[in-house]
């Protein structure tokens, strides 16, 4: 059996309160989504681990797994641990990649992103990151260009052997981003905002992946 192109990567809009929770169920259901980052906004620790007890099963269930970023400061590791989820992913230096790494040991993924050049990719991988992101949006909300996430990720994918997730602004997107080698392409925005709904724009990712692996 062939190895799949890619598998696809869930990112939420920063979240801050359950509600969410229908629409991870309505994304997930039925497709090969392997991860979703739940994007939290600042609050106080125990109101961040009730959060993620709370929206970590509907990901679960589907058979993917549930990884917390926190937008600001916050112990990410005791989080995701209390909170029961399946890794975190941050931004920042390599010494504070180190010191998660130690604190996670191998019990749950560690992935990075927020990368500003190859350099600081490097540094992260040597940090001992499970994955790098490239392309997702910035605190602000804005992208990185297109053909500036295809360098990347084409570049890391060829020479690293640390997975990497290369973010897609739009489904039109996905079969460029496929070509670059990526393990796994990321969806935010075209997911959450297709008028069809989630399950739709997932489904619709997942067929594009699909004619990409029966290609000779």
Same mark, same amino acid.
């Given at each position: 059996?062939?190895?799949?192109?890619?598998?696809?990567?869930?990112?939420?809009?920063?979240?801050?309160?359950?509600?969410?929770?229908?629409?991870?169920?309505?994304?997930?259901?039925?497709? %090969?989504?392997?991860?979703?980052?739940?994007?939290?906004?600042?609050?106080?620790?125990?109101?961040?681990?009730?959060?993620?007890?709370?929206?970590?099963?509907?990901?679960?269930?589907?058979?993917?797994?549930?990884?917390?970023?926190?937008?600001?400061?916050?112990?990410?590791?005791?989080?995701?641990?209390?909170?029961?989820? %399946?890794?975190?992913?941050?931004?920042?230096?390599?010494?504070?990649?180190? %010191?998660?790494?130690?604190?996670?040991?191998?019990?749950?993924?560690?992935?990075?992103?927020?990368?500003?050049?190859? %350099?600081?990719?490097?540094?992260?991988?040597?940090?001992?990151? &499970?994955?790098?992101?490239?392309? =997702?949006?910035?605190?602000?909300?804005?992208?990185?260009?297109? &053909?500036?996430?295809?360098?990347?990720?084409?570049?890391?994918?060829?020479?690293? =052997?640390?997975?990497?997730?290369?973010?897609?602004?739009?489904?039109?997107?996905?079969?460029?981003?496929?070509?670059?080698?990526?393990?796994?392409?990321?969806?935010?925005?075209?997911?959450?905002?297709?008028?069809?709904?989630?399950?739709?724009?997932?489904?619709?990712?997942?067929?594009?992946?699909? =004619?990409?692996?029966?290609?000779?």
């Amino acid at each position: 059996m062939a190895e799949p192109v890619a598998r696809l990567y869930l990112v939420t809009p920063v979240l801050t309160d359950a509600s969410f929770a229908p629409r991870l169920v309505e994304a997930c259901a039925g497709q %090969d989504v392997a991860a979703v980052l739940l994007r939290l906004g600042p609050a106080d620790e125990r109101s961040l681990i009730n959060l993620v007890k709370a929206l970590s099963p509907p990901v679960q269930e589907a058979g993917a797994a549930a990884i917390v970023t926190v937008e600001g400061e916050a112990d990410l590791a005791a989080i995701a641990a209390r909170g029961g989820a %399946d890794g975190i992913h941050v931004s920042g230096n390599p010494a504070r990649i180190r %010191d998660l790494r130690e604190r996670l040991k191998s019990e749950r993924a560690l992935g990075a992103g927020g990368l500003r050049t190859k %350099d600081d990719a490097m540094s992260m991988g040597e940090a001992g990151v &499970d994955y790098l992101m490239f392309g =997702e949006p910035r605190p602000d909300g804005s992208l990185p260009a297109l &053909d500036s996430v295809v360098d990347r990720a084409s570049w890391w994918a060829e020479i690293f =052997e640390t997975p990497c997730v290369a973010y897609a602004p739009t489904l039109e997107a996905v079969r460029t981003l496929l070509a670059t080698g990526a393990e796994f392409i990321a969806l935010g925005d075209a997911v959450w905002s297709h008028p069809e709904g989630p399950a739709k724009a997932v489904a619709a990712a997942a067929k594009i992946v699909g =004619e990409q692996e029966a290609l000779p």
